[in-house]
């Protein structure tokens, strides 16, 4: 019950101060034809994940060569990054890791040099999909960016770690401060939180697109970071981060990855400027990509978000396997929400309430339904009463003890929107709580962000917007158009 224990952390919650939901009276509800053109499109991409893209997941994974953000990394804290990590065919590995101080990416600050070596193990038995690794560092070295950065992070060594930068010692572009080293037995890291978990935990994915021609991409999906600061360096993953692209496939086609593929700890890339365009949250969004939670649950998001009355609608889809194929049971939610307020500590970011005040739950498969069915009575829906593809209202019961999903319930987020390179609008959710609880006091409030979500369908234009964005449309010309149009259609029968 791992599984459902975390699952929506919806988990509890009571409602607040009336002014947070300052709801603007209902409009007219003007009969929404442009719907019935829209659905079709949000459906068409929560059911080919990836454009449909053939992916395979090999165990255990191959993971020599060099792979790299593909952005500018959000972590918990925040902390912003982007990550550069080379495997040998020795087993040996070099990862650079490039920090930063502000949310584009374009003020490194300093940078991380780490050496060590790379054993996969076995299967991993909680998180499916994945392979367990165990790694030993033998060198940690930061190279500062600023005599402020060096100023902060030696204060912080310090403590611990005396005459890691001798006193009165000026900062010196270029120089490699030693932070752990094997062959003098000294570890420092522990003074700035660092960890490598991360490696203990590996997933590979190649993605074809049969409507590119020749189109490989690899994505190497490296353990999570723990959402809570205090937990980090003990923290083992059970899920992931976003994922490093190979940079063998990947680099022509992404400007970004040639800057961070070709910088090292003296050069770090400095990311060019993200469109931030002034779109709402209103419109509907949907999953890229099969997305993994920590402890363990795979699944898909398909969000509506209503401007004129501040609703919102989710369809959580939950699958049993990592490439989102086996459903086990979809939760569809709605509520209001908060107006956005300009986030103080994560810059970038906008701060919001929601209120999620009813729920229903469909359960399918047998092992949901004989977990729904013999709970305790008055917990979750009708008790008894669950079958395989039924839907029932869990709002009578509170919410469903069974799922973990208590209502009503509010939750304290945050998003931002970006344009990707292509011209798509992604929608960056909050990170849940690693520990599976529900962020619903603002002192949760996430500091990082879950995979995006992709527009599917907005205001204005929507669906021509969507059409011509639609990555399998673009370069191909009028075949492709056709081929793609023509499993649209038979995706509707
Ligand atoms: C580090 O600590 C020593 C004493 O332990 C002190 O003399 C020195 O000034 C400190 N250096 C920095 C850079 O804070
Ligand atoms: C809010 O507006 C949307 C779109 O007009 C409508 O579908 C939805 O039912 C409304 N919700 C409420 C609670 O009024
Ligand atoms: C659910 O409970 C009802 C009533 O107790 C029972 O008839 C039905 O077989 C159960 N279904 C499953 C799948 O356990």
């Not at 209503?306 to 459903?327: I, M, R, V």
Request: hydrophobic share 35%; glycine share 8%; with cysteine.
């Amino acid at each position: 019950m791992a599984e459902t224990y975390c699952l929506l952390g919806w988990v509890l919650g009571l409602a607040v101060g009336n002014k947070l939901w300052e709801v603007p009276d209902p409009v007219e509800q003007t009969p929404n034809s442009a719907r019935l053109n829209w659905e079709p499109q949000c459906n068409y991409q929560l059911h080919h994940l990836q454009d449909g893209a053939r992916i395979n997941a090999l165990l255990p994974p191959s993971i020599e060569g060099n792979w790299i953000s593909t952005g500018c990394e959000v972590r918990p804290g925040p902390e912003f990054l982007t990550r550069s990590y080379t495997f040998y065919p020795n087993r040996m590995f070099k990862a650079l890791q490039f920090y930063y101080r502000d949310q584009e990416c374009r003020k490194p600050s300093h940078s991380l040099v780490i050496k060590g070596k790379l054993r996969l193990r076995q299967a991993s038995w909680i998180t499916r999909g994945a392979t367990e690794a165990d790694y030993n560092l033998l060198k940690v070295g930061v190279i500062f960016h600023s005599q402020e950065v060096m100023s902060h992070i030696t204060a912080q060594v310090n403590q611990s770690c005396a005459g890691f930068v001798p006193p009165g010692r000026p900062w010196a572009p270029g120089r490699v401060y030693e932070l752990l080293s094997t062959k003098v037995d000294k570890d420092c890291t522990a003074a700035i939180g660092f960890t490598m978990h991360e490696l203990s935990l590996v997933r590979v994915e190649k993605h074809y697109n049969a409507l590119h021609v020749g189109a490989l991409v690899e994505k190497l999906f490296l353990g999570d970071i723990h959402t809570e600061g205090s937990e980090r360096t003990h923290y083992r993953p059970t899920g992931y981060q976003q994922p490093l692209q190979s940079a063998m496939h990947h680099v022509h086609s992404c400007q970004v990855c040639v800057l961070i593929h070709h910088s090292d700890e003296h050069h770090p890339p400095v990311l060019p400027r993200v469109a931030h365009p002034q779109v709402e949250l209103s419109g509907r969004w949907v999953s890229s990509q099969c997305e993994v939670r920590p402890a363990v649950l795979f699944l898909t998001r398909y969000m509506t978000f209503h401007a004129e009355n501040q609703t919102w609608e989710g369809f959580y889809y939950h699958y049993s396997d990592p490439l989102c194929k086996q459903p086990t049971f979809t939760l569809y939610a709605v509520g209001h929400y908060s107006r956005g307020v300009r986030s103080e500590r994560v810059s970038g970011g906008t701060e919001i309430a929601f209120r999620v005040s009813r729920a229903r739950v469909r359960p399918l498969n047998h092992v949901i339904v004989q977990m729904l069915n013999s709970s305790r009575p008055g917990s979750c829906g009708t008790s008894g009463r669950w079958l395989v593809g039924k839907e029932q209202d869990i709002t009578d019961t509170g919410g469903c003890e069974a799922l973990g999903v208590r209502l009503p319930h509010v939750e304290y987020e945050l998003y931002k929107v970006e344009q990707d390179s292509s011209g798509r609008h992604l929608l960056y959710m909050g990170e849940r709580p690693t520990d599976g609880s529900s962020p619903d006091t603002t002192d949760k409030r996430p500091t990082s962000y879950q995979p995006p979500l992709l527009r599917c369908a907005g205001h204005h234009h929507a669906l021509a917007f969507t059409l011509s964005a639609a990555p399998s449309l673009r370069p191909q010309g009028a075949a492709a158009a056709i081929v793609f149009l023509f499993s649209w259609i038979l995706n509707l029968i």
